[in-house]
């Protein structure tokens, strides 16, 4: 059910609301591009700054839009247990297919802690995709918490975003085949799905949605040679992506490449410097986007 170009969905702002209108749009467009799945409400989605109001009308927006088509995984991440609870309740309110869920940040609980938490939201009964972001959150799921998570029927699989290639490996004897595991790297998918991950839920899809599926789909096909040609074209965009804070680049390669979108941020993201904004035009002329 998941698989494939996931987009971690932008949140377009106007004003300083979240301009549903836009959003709308955004993912019809992802949907038409051939886009597997959905992700809003993420990081790239500036979850940290929405009020709980907002959190829900994303996703509902989110999932009102695909009617079905594509499946929607809700963020619902927080270092509060109770505070994810109460979100992967409203996406699964909501109809949502899945909930996407870090281990807690700043608290920095031990593997015990960590188990604790993320058990706790399973209980909720919709299917879970844990992200494990040690860059962001401070936390690693170690391998045998994984394995250990991965026993719980609706603990489905992991957006891995620790860029250790060799985890993919080490996760697939631990947790199964069955255990989806989907990149969280953009820049490191061709080698993720090479060591038998199932997609990426990506950054760059928001910009170069039929690119993005179009590489998906020669990997799960064993078109490498194709697949190394389409990651080629679009790595510098991956790289640009984060040249300055997330979401600022990619809201910045939307305004270029969509007509009318915003680049707005919300406190305390601001802009992207001149420089990152140059390395964002040279990688977009690069993939021929622009």
């Keep these: ?66 009617r079905g088509r594509v499946p929607v995984i809700a963020g619902c991440g927080s270092n ?16 949502a297919d899945a909930a996407l869920h870090v281990p807690p940040y700043y608290n920095r609980p031990n593997q015990d802690g960590i188990y604790a938490h993320l058990s706790a939201v399973a209980d909720e009964g919709i299917p879970v995709i844990l992200y494990n972001v040690p860059s962001r959150t401070i936390t690693d799921i170690s391998v045998e918490t994984m394995a250990k998570l991965s026993r719980i029927p609706n603990v489905v699989g992991v957006k891995d975003a620790t860029g250790n290639l060799a985890r993919v490996s080490a ?23 090479v060591m038998g991950g199932k997609g990426c839920i990506s950054v760059s899809a928001n910009v170069a949605p039929k690119l993005c599926s179009q590489f998906q789909e ?19 965009l991956h790289a640009a992506l984060f040249s300055d804070a997330s979401p600022g680049p990619v809201k910045y ?14 406190a305390p993201m601001t802009e992207p410097s001149v420089a990152s904004k140059r390395a964002v035009d040279e990688a977009l002329a690069h993939a021929g986007l622009a």
């Design 80 to 95: 509060n247990t109770a505070h994810a609870i109460e979100l992967t309740r409203i996406a699964k309110e909501a109809g």
């Design 218 to 236: 020669a990997t799960r096909e064993g078109r490498w040679e194709e697949a190394l040609e389409l990651q080629d074209r679009l790595y510098p």
């Design 253 to 266: 390669a939307l305004s270029r490449v969509r007509n009318g979108f915003s680049a707005e941020l919300r």
């Design 1 to 66: 059910m998941f698989f494939g170009s996931i987009p971690a969905l932008a949140t377009p702002f106007s004003g300083n609301c979240v301009d549903e209108d836009s959003l709308r749009g955004l993912i019809e467009w992802q949907i038409d591009e051939g886009s597997n799945a959905l992700v809003p409400c993420g990081t790239t989605g500036e979850a940290a700054t929405l009020t709980l109001d907002e959190h829900r009308r994303v996703v509902e927006i989110a999932i009102d839009v695909a």
């Design 171 to 193: 996760q697939r004897l631990a947790c199964g085949e069955q255990f989806i595991q989907l990149s969280g790297n953009d820049d490191m998918a061709l080698g993720f799905n």
